[in-house]
């Protein structure tokens, strides 16, 4: 049987220069690679050495599409909760729903694109 791992995740956003800066600082992450997409759109990738989120802008020729359906939530983890989610607050976005049952602690916040992410600490 063969074994994997969640390489990527992409996601449409309005403003893929504010997204991949916010995704750099909350995670410490950088970006791997950034270039033209398909119907002339554009992608950057940002992340670590194994895995990233490829934020992505359509272009004009690229037919439109529901977004966040079926998606529920991208799922981030960081060693550091408080100091995340003072990351989520100086971008001025609103961190809800924070809990703290097994296996870690966590919030959850909508970006500027109605994008859900739960960050989530480990111990």
Known sequence: MPTG???HVNITVSDIE?????????????????????LGGET?????DHDYIA??????????????????????VVDDLDA?????VAAGLEPFNHADYEPGRRFYFFDWDGIEFEV????
Do not use: Q
């Not at 989530?120 to 111990?123: D, I, N």
């Open 5 to 7: 791992r969640l390489e």
């Open 18 to 38: 504010r997204s991949a800066a916010f995704l750099e600082r909350l995670m410490g992450w950088h970006i791997r690679w950034r270039g033209p997409s398909m």
């Open 44 to 48: 950057i990738h940002v992340g670590g």
């Open 55 to 76: 934020v992505y802008t359509r272009g004009p020729l690229a037919a439109p599409f529901a977004k966040g359906l079926p998606l529920n939530h991208v799922g981030l």
């Open 84 to 88: 995340a989610e003072a990351v989520v």
């Open 120 to 123: 989530v600490s480990y111990p």
